[in-house]
């Protein structure tokens, strides 16, 4: 396994949570016990979500190594993030899990980025 493969696997996460957002948001409130409000919002939000897939599979494809080491640096950073959140704007708890899948794949990212020679926090691209 690669970081490049890993990232691609990421990509199709991304993109399968996206799908959903823009076609059944409904469904997705139900399934989190959420009223169904903000639909619209929801959808373009799962444009942006599908996009930004788009965007890690190709990169993932063209092995665009200090993307990798980008995502895997924000993607640490996100269950902090998320936490700090839920404190300071009394949101529910439930929300941190919606990021354990980047944090868990960001891990996985460093650990075959390190097992290729890469430190993502100390990478600097070639030009």
Same mark, same amino acid.
């Given at each position: 396994? +690669?970081a490049?493969?890993? %990232? %691609?696997w990421f990509?199709?996460?991304?993109?399968?949570?996206?799908? @959903?957002m823009?076609?059944?948001p409904?469904?997705i409130?139900?399934?989190?016990?959420l @009223?169904p409000?903000g639909i619209?919002w929801?959808?373009?939000?799962g444009?942006?979500v599908?996009?930004?897939?788009?965007?890690y599979f190709n990169?993932s494809r063209?092995?665009v190594?200090?993307?990798?080491? #980008?995502?895997?640096?924000?993607?640490?950073a996100?269950v902090?993030?998320f936490a700090l959140?839920?404190l300071l704007?009394? %949101?529910?708890p439930l929300?941190i899990?919606f990021?354990?899948?980047?944090?868990?794949g960001?891990v #996985? +990212? #460093?650990s075959?980025?390190?097992?290729?020679?890469v430190n993502?926090f100390?990478? +600097? @691209?070639s030009?």
């Amino acid at each position: 396994m +690669t970081a490049a493969r890993s %990232m %691609m696997w990421f990509s199709l996460y991304i993109l399968a949570a996206g799908l @959903p957002m823009v076609l059944a948001p409904v469904l997705i409130l139900d399934v989190l016990g959420l @009223p169904p409000e903000g639909i619209d919002w929801i959808r373009f939000l799962g444009v942006v979500v599908l996009i930004v897939g788009y965007y890690y599979f190709n990169l993932s494809r063209t092995r665009v190594v200090a993307f990798f080491c #980008w995502s895997v640096q924000m993607r640490l950073a996100i269950v902090p993030v998320f936490a700090l959140l839920i404190l300071l704007f009394d %949101m529910r708890p439930l929300y941190i899990l919606f990021v354990v899948p980047d944090f868990l794949g960001a891990v #996985w +990212t #460093w650990s075959l980025l390190r097992r290729e020679g890469v430190n993502p926090f100390r990478f +600097t @691209p070639s030009t």
